[in-house]
């Protein structure tokens, strides 16, 4: 599907979540029973043979290896892993044990924010500069929005985390997709912006690009017929191959937020825009006037938008019908 990377989730059910944690309703949905969230992740985790695997498959196919990590003995296996980034999931944007451990591998971050406030992704961005900068971790909220303002005073930006809007929605209807929100996000936060899609939609990643998205996140699966519950959020084979085009089409597409002509729209110009011609013979000595003078496609004379300037002045010389038209006399 030519896609940069494949991102899979590394969790042990058993420190993730507790025995009693029920199933969110969609998970109910997709799967047709609550048998619970740590039954559930349990059947879903991966070993860690199978992430030495799908590394090394990456490797040959030249892409690009990536996992989610929802607890911190997650993350501490992963480093071992060369990955581009280190993602926080949406559910995991107010966990200060995860964002303090995440910061410190010194790696780019990628921050989901599903079912977050402007507040709780303040709080993920404010708590991150504050890891970076300290050895020690905070002893309180304050501390951490003290050291956010001092920083951002001071004109420091966190360059290299990218924050993506979500919706956590499964899936996502198109009206709850909320795509200009990322504008606010961009200008907000000061940082980078991308999309985690839950739609079924192929074409609103590529609108979310248009508007400024620079990191696309969706679901994949084989089948939307398969077992568990994200398959009936995500994109089969073809729809993948099909967004990931789109998206390269639209990135190829955008250019600069400047208009200019193209270099080789000059050469079209010469014939698309419309002279000033003769409708018909006019002799030297008369007046231009609009029955005798009109405007036509033409390599050579003077530029439509001078038309109504000819007129009432008078012909230097003799026109045949359809002859471009290069000056008058003066009257």
């Not at 480093?79 to 980034?85: E, G, N, V």
């Not at 949406?90 to 780019?108: C, D, F, Q, T």
């Not at 419309?274 to 029955?291: D, N, Y």
Request: aromatic share 8%; glycine share 4%.
């Amino acid at each position: 599907a030519k896609a940069d990377a494949v991102k899979f989730q590394t969790f042990d059910a058993s420190a993730l979540v507790t025995k009693a944690t029920p199933k969110a309703k969609y998970q109910v949905k997709n799967t047709g029973s609550d048998d619970g969230q740590h039954a559930m992740l349990t059947k879903l985790e991966l070993s860690k043979e199978a992430h030495l695997e799908l590394f090394a498959y990456c490797k040959h196919k030249k892409i690009a290896f990536m996992s989610t990590a929802f607890d911190v003995q997650s993350l501490d296996f992963l480093s071992q892993f060369d990955m581009p980034f280190i993602k926080i999931p949406s559910g995991e944007i107010r966990n200060a044990l995860l964002l303090w451990h995440a910061a410190k591998v010194g790696k780019p971050l990628i921050i989901s924010s599903g079912m977050a406030t402007l507040g709780d992704i303040e709080f993920a961005l404010a708590f991150i500069q504050y890891s970076r900068g300290n050895a020690a971790p905070p002893s309180s909220e304050q501390e951490i929005m003290q050291y956010r303002a001092t920083a951002l005073n001071a004109g420091e930006k966190l360059t290299d985390v990218t924050l993506l809007h979500c919706t956590s929605e499964y899936p996502t209807p198109l009206h709850q997709a909320n795509l200009k929100c990322m504008a606010q996000l961009a200008t907000t936060f000061e940082v980078d912006v991308g999309f985690s899609d839950h739609t079924l939609s192929v074409v609103t990643p590529s609108a979310a690009v248009a508007l400024g998205a620079v990191c696309i996140e969706k679901h994949f699966t084989l089948s939307r017929e398969m077992e568990g519950p994200d398959h009936l959020c995500s994109l089969e084979p073809k729809e993948l191959c099909d967004m990931v085009s789109m998206i390269r089409d639209t990135e190829l597409s955008l250019g600069r937020p400047v208009k200019f002509p193209q270099p080789n729209e000059f050469e079209t110009k010469k014939i698309a825009r419309q002279r000033i011609v003769a409708k018909q013979e006019i002799r030297e000595g008369a007046l231009f006037t609009q029955e005798n003078l009109t405007t036509a496609r033409s390599p050579i004379g003077i530029c439509a938008s001078e038309y109504w300037n000819f007129i009432g002045q008078v012909a230097s010389q003799n026109y045949i019908a359809m002859e471009p038209v290069c000056q008058f006399k003066n009257q």
